[in-house]
């Protein structure tokens, strides 16, 4: 019999995300509620992919299947080779703070820390232990979100779009290769909302991230280079546009 690790180098090669009929029920007041209805949904590493669809149709169940928060009802769930449905929450845990980022429509920041401290609380809770690094670590990358005047302030003397830059910056702070993005300038007016869009796009084009965005933006899906239309539950359609990307 061939190894986990055998098994998924042969079905997947090169994906970040790999499902396979991949469906999610709850249980609502006695009764089931289908969140997911056999879904086949696959992103390449280094790939930006763009989840649409309206509000209700499964597209933050995806986000939190892919992050091993959720496990599938039916089918297979492997994200950079593991199998979700396998693991343990130990296991999924690890793998969560050594491979995922998550950028929030809320930003989701530790109202008593300041821009900086947000970022730094991720690399100590993926194990950096090197102060001195974290600390250059983390002036970087508030500088490349372009926040280094508001580096000591705390998240309510920030505004949105700084709040959602500093998110950002705690997403790639240990470097994951997986960032994932639910609904980013959701919360955002348009001028803030292209900020974060060409943010995004620099994950990719400078980081090499692999990128998977819930979105209502034209913007992020115009940058996507797969694009998976939900609705109640079921992939409706998916474009990959023809165009070159580097």
Do not use: C
Request: no cysteine; proline share 4%; glycine share 8%.
């Amino acid at each position: 019999m061939a190894s986990q690790d055998e098994e998924t180098e042969v079905r997947a090669p090169g994906l970040a995300v790999d499902f396979l009929d991949v469906s999610k029920e709850y249980i609502v007041n006695g009764k089931p509620l289908k969140a997911l209805s056999s879904i086949t949904l696959n992103v390449k590493e280094g790939e930006v992919a763009a989840i649409v669809g309206p509000s209700g149709a499964g597209k933050t169940t995806v986000l939190n299947i892919i992050a091993g928060l959720e496990k599938p009802s039916q089918g297979e769930a492997r994200v950079l080779g593991l199998d979700v449905n396998a693991s343990n929450e130990h296991s999924l845990s690890a793998f969560r703070s050594a491979n995922i980022g998550f950028i929030f429509q809320s930003y989701n920041l530790v109202s008593t820390l300041t821009a900086e401290e947000n970022v730094e609380l991720m690399m100590e809770l993926a194990g950096w232990s090197d102060s001195g690094r974290n600390e250059k670590l983390t002036a970087e990358l508030i500088s490349m979100v372009g926040l280094t005047d508001r580096a000591k302030h705390l998240p309510a003397q920030l505004s949105g779009g700084e709040q959602q830059r500093v998110a950002i910056a705690r997403a790639i702070a240990n470097d994951p290769p997986l960032i994932l993005a639910d609904e980013p300038t959701g919360n955002l007016d348009q001028k803030t909302g292209l900020e974060i869009v060409k943010l995004l796009a620099r994950l990719k084009g400078e980081k090499g991230k692999t990128l998977v965005v819930t979105t209502h933006d034209d913007r992020i899906v115009e940058m996507a280079d797969v694009i998976f239309h939900l609705e109640n539950g079921s992939l409706g359609s998916i474009d990959r546009p023809a165009r070159v990307r580097n």
